[in-house]
């Protein structure tokens, strides 16, 4: 009886140590990446995100302060960590207030995605409500600071198909996403959105139909891209009453 008791002991202990750490190696590698409302949905078992890359289909977000570089110039290298994590403090936390995960950070830039690894139908309407946060936030934290450069960032969202994992080494690994649908929001940042714009690619646009006025930008032709892309800048959230009067995307094409 004793040795019975004995084993069905060890094996609660084995069991609660093998518990605990798939949570340390699920808070490894997520913690610093989503929120903490996410990453307790992770942990209570209510989210099993693939370690190694499953495809979702996903919003992803690129922006970055244009002209950082010159703009920092008259910084001591601890100002502008100072001064950068600032800046991260605020727009991580916006992200995260919209469901999204921070996939990585590119010296002033950062590379979020919303539907992975918690699935969200909305994806591209929550995207684009964190980039007018993030874009009004700035405009606050420009007028709050006393000294150091102003501030202007450009955003780039595209949304569709694209593989959710981890990529690394034996020793080292991040959570990341890869696909043409990443590709294309960093080139809608890097080269169609201009200081303080929002730019969504037409999928986005589709999505988040009827909830932002939207200005067409037209075909544009992206760097290392074969196909011409439509691109709409937002300008800002419709209201109640136009949001219910807006046409569709459907009915827009017929």
């Known amino acids: 009886l004793l040795a019975g008791t004995a084993a069905v002991s060890f094996r609660f202990v084995d069991d609660a140590i093998a518990q605990a750490r798939e949570r340390a190696t699920l808070r490894n590698a997520f913690g610093g990446y989503v929120s903490p409302a996410v990453m307790d949905e992770i942990l209570?078992?209510?989210?099993?995100?693939?370690?190694?890359?499953?495809?979702?289909?996903?919003?992803?977000?690129?922006?970055?302060?244009?002209?950082?570089?010159?703009?920092?110039?008259?910084?001591?290298?601890?100002?502008?960590?100072?001064?950068?994590?600032?800046?991260?403090?605020?727009?991580?936390?916006?992200?995260?207030?919209?469901?999204?995960?921070?996939?990585?950070?590119?010296?002033?830039?950062?590379?979020?995605?919303?539907?992975?690894?918690?699935?969200?139908?909305?994806?591209?309407?929550?995207?684009?409500?964190?980039?007018?946060?993030?874009?009004?936030?700035?405009?606050?934290?420009?007028?709050?600071?006393?000294?150091?450069?102003?501030?202007?960032?450009?955003?780039?969202?595209?949304?569709?198909?694209?593989?959710?994992?981890?990529?690394?080494?034996?020793?080292?690994?991040?959570y990341t996403v890869l696909g043409d649908t990443v590709n294309i929001a960093s080139r809608l940042e890097s080269s169609v959105a201009q200081p303080m714009m929002v730019v969504v690619g037409e999928n986005t646009f589709k999505a988040a139909s009827g909830e932002f006025d939207c200005r067409s930008l037209g075909r544009v032709t992206l760097k290392g891209k074969k196909n011409v892309v439509e691109a709409y800048e937002v300008i800002g959230t419709l209201r109640a009453a136009d949001a219910a009067a807006a046409p569709s995307a459907a009915s827009r094409e017929a």
């Open 44 to 174: 209570a078992g209510n989210l099993s995100p693939e370690l190694g890359g499953s495809r979702k289909t996903v919003c992803i977000m690129f922006s970055d302060i244009r002209g950082y570089t010159r703009r920092s110039e008259g910084l001591s290298p601890e100002q502008v960590i100072q001064f950068l994590n600032r800046y991260f403090d605020t727009v991580v936390g916006l992200i995260h207030s919209k469901g999204g995960c921070v996939v990585s950070f590119m010296g002033d830039g950062v590379m979020a995605v919303f539907g992975a690894p918690l699935d969200m139908p909305d994806h591209a309407v929550r995207s684009i409500r964190a980039a007018l946060e993030m874009r009004e936030r700035l405009e606050e934290f420009n007028a709050e600071r006393k000294e150091g450069p102003t501030l202007r960032i450009r955003i780039g969202i595209n949304s569709g198909s694209a593989v959710a994992g981890e990529i690394g080494s034996i020793n080292k690994k991040e």
